[in-house]
Protein backbone atom coordinates (compact mmCIF):
# COMPACT_ATOMS: atom_id res chain seq x y z
CA UNK A 1 0.00 0.00 0.00
CA UNK A 2 1.21 3.62 -1.01
CA UNK A 3 1.92 5.75 1.99
CA UNK A 4 2.02 9.82 2.24
CA UNK A 5 2.95 12.33 4.74
CA UNK A 6 0.92 15.64 4.58
CA UNK A 7 2.90 18.12 6.62
CA UNK A 8 1.40 20.55 8.52
CA UNK A 9 3.09 23.43 10.22
CA UNK A 10 1.56 26.90 12.24
CA UNK A 11 -0.86 28.53 9.86
CA UNK A 12 -1.68 25.95 7.59
CA UNK A 13 -4.99 26.39 5.08
CA UNK A 14 -7.20 23.83 6.62
CA UNK A 15 -8.97 22.83 3.96
CA UNK A 16 -6.32 22.16 1.77
CA UNK A 17 -4.51 20.01 3.80
CA UNK A 18 -7.50 17.88 5.28
CA UNK A 19 -9.09 17.81 1.92
CA UNK A 20 -5.48 15.38 0.63
CA UNK A 21 -5.68 13.63 4.00
CA UNK A 22 -9.29 12.87 3.74
CA UNK A 23 -9.74 11.68 -0.05
CA UNK A 24 -6.50 9.79 -0.09
CA UNK A 25 -7.14 7.44 3.41
CA UNK A 26 -11.09 7.39 1.50
CA UNK A 27 -8.92 5.33 -1.40
CA UNK A 28 -7.63 3.44 1.63
CA UNK A 29 -4.07 4.71 1.29
CA UNK A 30 -2.10 5.17 4.52
CA UNK A 31 -1.37 8.93 5.59
CA UNK A 32 0.41 10.35 7.84
CA UNK A 33 -0.42 14.24 9.84
CA UNK A 34 2.54 15.46 10.52
CA UNK A 35 3.48 18.02 12.62
CA UNK A 36 6.39 19.70 11.22
CA UNK A 37 7.21 20.25 14.55
CA UNK A 38 7.32 18.76 18.18
CA UNK A 39 3.81 19.82 19.15
CA UNK A 40 0.98 17.04 18.36
CA UNK A 41 -1.54 19.65 17.88
CA UNK A 42 -0.88 22.02 14.82
CA UNK A 43 -3.60 25.47 14.22
CA UNK A 44 -4.62 26.24 10.68
CA UNK A 45 -4.65 30.04 9.41
CA UNK A 46 -8.58 30.04 10.63
CA UNK A 47 -7.44 29.03 13.93
CA UNK A 48 -8.94 24.93 13.45
CA UNK A 49 -7.03 23.07 16.04
CA UNK A 50 -5.83 19.71 14.38
CA UNK A 51 -3.89 16.96 16.14
CA UNK A 52 -1.90 15.07 14.11
CA UNK A 53 -0.63 11.37 13.70
CA UNK A 54 3.22 12.04 14.15
CA UNK A 55 5.65 14.68 14.94
CA UNK A 56 8.37 15.00 12.69
CA UNK A 57 10.72 13.42 14.95
CA UNK A 58 8.27 10.34 14.35
CA UNK A 59 8.42 10.42 10.59
CA UNK A 60 9.56 7.49 8.60
CA UNK A 61 10.51 9.39 5.62
CA UNK A 62 11.95 5.85 3.94
CA UNK A 63 8.72 4.36 4.18
CA UNK A 64 6.75 7.31 2.39
CA UNK A 65 5.73 7.35 -1.26
CA UNK A 66 4.53 10.85 -1.36
CA UNK A 67 5.29 14.53 0.46
CA UNK A 68 2.48 16.58 0.52
CA UNK A 69 2.88 20.37 1.51
CA UNK A 70 -0.40 22.40 2.03
CA UNK A 71 -0.10 26.15 1.42
CA UNK A 72 -1.26 28.93 3.53
CA UNK A 73 0.85 32.15 3.66
CA UNK A 74 2.31 31.72 7.12
CA UNK A 75 1.85 27.63 6.77
CA UNK A 76 4.11 28.10 3.82
CA UNK A 77 6.62 30.34 5.65
CA UNK A 78 7.01 28.20 8.45
CA UNK A 79 7.96 24.57 6.36
CA UNK A 80 10.29 26.26 4.07
CA UNK A 81 11.86 27.57 6.86
CA UNK A 82 12.12 23.72 8.63
CA UNK A 83 15.77 23.14 7.19
CA UNK A 84 15.39 19.21 8.36
CA UNK A 85 12.00 18.99 6.21
CA UNK A 86 13.41 20.79 3.14
CA UNK A 87 16.40 18.20 3.11
CA UNK A 88 13.81 15.51 2.73
CA UNK A 89 12.05 17.51 0.18
CA UNK A 90 15.43 17.44 -1.97
CA UNK A 91 16.19 14.25 -1.15
CA UNK A 92 12.76 13.13 -2.59
CA UNK A 93 13.42 14.83 -5.81
CA UNK A 94 16.49 13.35 -6.00
CA UNK A 95 15.24 10.42 -5.68
CA UNK A 96 12.11 10.66 -8.20
CA UNK A 97 9.84 10.63 -5.42
CA UNK A 98 6.39 12.45 -5.47
CA UNK A 99 5.67 15.90 -4.24
CA UNK A 100 2.98 17.37 -3.73
CA UNK A 101 2.30 21.56 -3.01
CA UNK A 102 -1.11 23.30 -3.30
CA UNK A 103 -1.72 27.00 -2.67
CA UNK A 104 1.85 28.90 -1.67
CA UNK A 105 3.59 26.10 -1.34
CA UNK A 106 4.38 25.47 -4.72
CA UNK A 107 6.79 28.67 -4.24
CA UNK A 108 9.23 26.24 -1.81
CA UNK A 109 9.25 24.05 -4.69
CA UNK A 110 9.87 26.47 -7.26
CA UNK A 111 12.97 28.63 -4.95
CA UNK A 112 14.48 24.97 -4.73
CA UNK A 113 14.67 24.82 -8.13
CA UNK A 114 12.55 21.95 -7.96
CA UNK A 115 10.09 23.35 -11.16
CA UNK A 116 12.54 24.41 -13.92
CA UNK A 117 10.91 23.06 -16.87
CA UNK A 118 8.01 21.94 -15.67
CA UNK A 119 4.65 22.61 -15.61
CA UNK A 120 2.95 23.97 -12.56
CA UNK A 121 0.35 26.36 -11.02
CA UNK A 122 0.02 27.76 -7.84
CA UNK A 123 -2.06 30.79 -5.79
CA UNK A 124 -2.44 33.60 -7.67
CA UNK A 125 -0.02 36.40 -7.15
CA UNK A 126 2.90 33.71 -6.57
CA UNK A 127 3.79 32.91 -9.98
CA UNK A 128 7.13 34.89 -10.13
CA UNK A 129 8.72 32.06 -6.86
CA UNK A 130 7.52 29.32 -9.44
CA UNK A 131 11.36 30.02 -10.78
CA UNK A 132 11.70 28.18 -14.08
CA UNK A 133 8.41 26.99 -14.29
CA UNK A 134 5.85 27.05 -17.30
CA UNK A 135 3.05 28.42 -15.11
CA UNK A 136 -0.41 27.90 -15.46
CA UNK A 137 -3.88 28.66 -14.36
CA UNK A 138 -5.01 24.97 -14.22
CA UNK A 139 -6.28 23.53 -11.50
CA UNK A 140 -3.79 21.09 -10.78
CA UNK A 141 -0.60 20.41 -12.97
CA UNK A 142 1.49 16.90 -12.88
CA UNK A 143 4.58 17.13 -13.98
CA UNK A 144 6.50 13.64 -14.04
CA UNK A 145 6.62 13.01 -9.99
CA UNK A 146 5.30 16.67 -9.06
CA UNK A 147 2.12 17.93 -8.49
CA UNK A 148 1.28 21.37 -8.00
CA UNK A 149 -2.08 22.91 -7.33
CA UNK A 150 -3.83 26.72 -6.70
CA UNK A 151 -5.24 26.63 -3.59
CA UNK A 152 -8.69 26.23 -1.21
CA UNK A 153 -10.87 26.01 -4.49
CA UNK A 154 -8.76 23.62 -6.22
CA UNK A 155 -8.48 21.67 -3.14
CA UNK A 156 -10.24 18.71 -3.88
CA UNK A 157 -8.86 18.33 -7.67
CA UNK A 158 -5.47 18.17 -5.78
CA UNK A 159 -6.55 15.27 -3.48
CA UNK A 160 -7.92 13.30 -6.25
CA UNK A 161 -4.70 13.68 -8.23
CA UNK A 162 -2.97 12.65 -5.31
CA UNK A 163 -4.64 9.70 -4.76
CA UNK A 164 -4.80 8.99 -8.33
CA UNK A 165 -1.29 8.91 -8.55
CA UNK A 166 -0.59 6.62 -5.63
CA UNK A 167 -3.64 3.88 -6.27
CA UNK A 168 -4.34 4.97 -9.91
CA UNK A 169 -7.18 7.04 -11.71
CA UNK A 170 -9.87 4.47 -12.08
CA UNK A 171 -10.11 4.76 -8.68
CA UNK A 172 -9.66 8.20 -7.97
CA UNK A 173 -12.49 8.78 -10.55
CA UNK A 174 -14.68 6.51 -8.26
CA UNK A 175 -13.83 8.53 -5.49
CA UNK A 176 -15.01 11.33 -6.95
CA UNK A 177 -18.41 10.10 -7.62
CA UNK A 178 -18.57 8.73 -4.48
CA UNK A 179 -18.12 12.19 -2.86
CA UNK A 180 -20.69 13.61 -5.32
CA UNK A 181 -17.54 15.74 -7.35
CA UNK A 182 -17.93 17.05 -10.58
CA UNK A 183 -15.77 19.41 -12.49
Not at 46 to 53: K, Q, R, S, T, W
Not at 97 to 124: D, M, N, T
Not at 146 to 151: A, D, E, H, L, N
Not at 164 to 180: H, Q, S, Y
Request: net charge negative; glycine share 12%; charged share 25%.
Amino acid sequence: MSRLAVFFAEGYEEIEALAVVDICRRCGLSVDMVSAYGQKQVKGSHGILVEMDKTFEQADFAAYDMLVLPGGGLGTKNLEAHAELMEQVDAFYRDGKYLAAICAAPSILGHRGILRGRRACCYPGFESHLEGAQVTDGPVEISDHVITSRGMGTAVDFGLAVAGILCGEEKAREMAETIVYHR
